[in-house]
């Protein structure tokens, strides 16, 4: 149990023991909107009404119960709220120790009790560009699923890359038709994607490519030919490159699935499903109708008898449940697939399939010029936006650290672009559109990852410059080393530590709201908070017992603001 819910289950137990009866749980307690009124304060309308009396009575008298000693420094009723200020040098003493002694765990919890959530996300297609848009898929899913596995979840990130549809076939008729003597470039994966472009743009207004497209992917589907052996060859190529994309930003998944893998059983499933009258012929197409449950109709087969999702999400979802026994099964999709999730989720329950199903939504990515899309090629590929973004970093390092090594300069460069990356498309609620703007992802100052690796960068220089005054600092002397935490005096040294401790109530919340945007926002909070401090307050010319407290007090801010980091799916860096 963590500092303050420790206090809080302390608090609520002597108020309940004063009152006679158990009416306070440490859920009550919040926090005031003002850190002058106090530490925590307890509402007390809810009691009001249990004991009918007023509020400001029930503050009053229960304030009265509250003991006041090492762990408490004061409290008074304000009103209808008991506001209780805790001591200082007992609240900084206990989060740096508890910061300190769990390291990298600090903020996990077991609420999760070990379930089984699968988290599908970066469903990629191949035969497509792969853009700055499907970052932000990528982005969340992966910050999501650490967040399920910093809550207690056994949480099974995977990949499900739709290489079977329409489009493939419309990427390779343009590929015969206007690349086949051409060499290939080395990105192959990258190459398909353009060719996807211009087929859209071909075909356009051409109907007889229109049923040329129609007779090419029904030849794929017959799993024989050259079209076949085509696609087969051209699926590596973009493979091949989600593999590299998973690999340069960190990304892993425990298994990857395939929508070819899925069609053929999918097909005999809709003829099973036809047969028991479940799903039903209509024009020429085959559906699953709905409308009793205020979904419309669901399309399984088009009149030309070739597949949609649906043939290959029923029987993918299925054997998820079955393989993998599934406790919780979520998908990150765009939010233009809401109603078609509400309708997989539907037929499944229908099949018997009863678990917890969760859509993840999020909004578009646009450009400062505009909307992005990926027929049009108005889009930033995500090669272009690898190039752009290092080749910035890179020479914005080089200007601050001429003696490092091209090899050092990289790696660090990469970090910080990177981090700009997944902080810009998890920074703010999913159900909000991003205009992503490389100038202000990049800034090192506001809300941005570079902020808060420099944050990061900074205390650890401080700490070195520590080190060459033969002070204990370090995270790997932490377990011995000590520290009077009597020395803190400054009210912002108490307002950082209660900061940290709020960490794993905001992991907590974030596990539970699949929001990597409330651990963003925390640790731009806490880095501006360390920020003030430091211009504010001395460290290292301060009296030596002082800037040892003071140290201590910074390492478990830099140890915090690594674990949110990562949590983010973001490595901070030693040097910036």
Request: proline share 3%.
């Amino acid at each position: 149990m963590y500092f303050l819910e420790q206090v809080k289950e302390k608090l609520g137990e002597e108020i309940n023991k004063a009152l006679g009866q158990s009416l306070v749980v440490p859920e009550n307690f919040v926090y005031p909107p003002n850190l002058e009124m106090g530490d925590l304060s307890l509402p007390c309308f809810d009691l009001a009404k249990e004991m009918e009396k007023s509020p400001v009575e029930v503050a009053n008298e229960i304030a009265k119960s509250v003991k006041i000693g090492k762990e408490i420094k004061g409290a008074k009723a304000a009103g209808p709220y008991l506001n209780i200020i805790l001591n200082p040098s007992f609240a900084i003493k206990n989060v740096i120790e508890e910061v300190i002694e769990m390291e990298e765990r600090f903020g996990t919890n077991e609420s999760g009790k070990k379930k089984k959530v699968m988290i599908e996300y970066s469903n990629a297609n191949t035969h497509k560009e792969y853009h700055v848009g499907h970052l932000r898929n990528i982005s969340y899913g992966d910050s999501v699923s650490r967040l399920l596995s910093a809550n207690g979840y056994k949480s099974i990130p995977v990949s499900y890359i739709n290489d079977f549809g329409i489009h493939v076939a419309k990427t390779l008729w343009a590929y015969l038709k206007f690349y086949k003597d051409e060499p290939l470039p080395s990105n192959k994966g990258n190459f398909l994607g353009q060719a996807y472009v211009r087929a859209t743009k071909e075909l356009e207004n051409n109907e007889p490519g229109k049923k040329e497209i129609e007779i090419f992917m029904q030849r794929i589907e017959s799993h024989k030919g050259e079209e076949y052996e085509l696609w087969e060859e051209t699926r590596k190529w973009s493979i091949s490159q989600f593999a590299e994309i998973y690999k340069e930003l960190g990304v892993e998944f425990e298994h990857i699935f395939y929508e070819n893998e899925f069609v053929d059983a999918g097909l005999k499933l809709v003829a099973e499903l036809k047969a028991k009258g479940f799903l039903k012929d209509s024009q020429g197409a085959v559906i699953a109708d709905l409308e009793p449950y205020g979904l419309s109709v669901l399309l399984f087969l088009r009149s030309d008898g070739t597949a949609l999702y649906p043939v290959a999400d029923v029987p993918l979802a299925m054997a998820k449940f079955e393989k993998y026994k599934l406790d919780k099964s979520i998908y990150v999709v765009d939010i233009r697939q809401s109603l078609y999730f509400k309708q997989l989720f539907k037929v499944l329950e229908l099949l018997g399939y009863k678990k917890e199903m969760v859509h993840l939504g999020y909004d578009f990515v646009k450009l400062p010029s505009g909307m992005m899309s990926s027929r049009t090629g108005n889009v930033i590929t995500y090669e272009e936006l690898k190039d752009q973004m290092i080749a910035r970093t890179i020479e914005e390092t080089k200007k601050r650290h001429e003696d490092w090594s091209s090899e050092k300069i990289r790696d660090v460069a990469w970090k910080i672009a990177v981090g700009a990356i997944k902080f810009e498309m998890i920074k703010v609620s999913p159900q909000s559109m991003i205009t992503f703007d490389i100038n202000e992802a990049l800034k090192f100052d506001g809300f941005t990852a570079a902020y808060l690796q420099y944050t990061c960068a900074r205390i650890n220089s401080i700490i070195k410059k520590a080190r060459k005054q033969a002070m204990p600092t370090g995270r790997q002397e932490s377990k011995k080393a000590s520290f009077d935490a009597s020395k803190l005096t400054e009210e912002k040294e108490k307002d950082l530590a209660l900061k940290m401790a709020k960490y794993p109530e905001i992991i907590k919340k974030a596990g539970e709201n699949y929001s990597p945007a409330e651990v963003a926002k925390y640790l731009f909070e806490l880095g501006k908070e360390f920020n003030d401090y430091y211009h504010a307050v001395p460290v290292l010319k301060a009296e030596e017992d002082i800037t040892i407290a003071r140290l201590a007090l910074i390492n478990a801010v830099a140890q915090v603001i690594k674990n949110g980091l990562y949590l983010l799916g973001i490595e901070t860096v030693d040097e910036m």
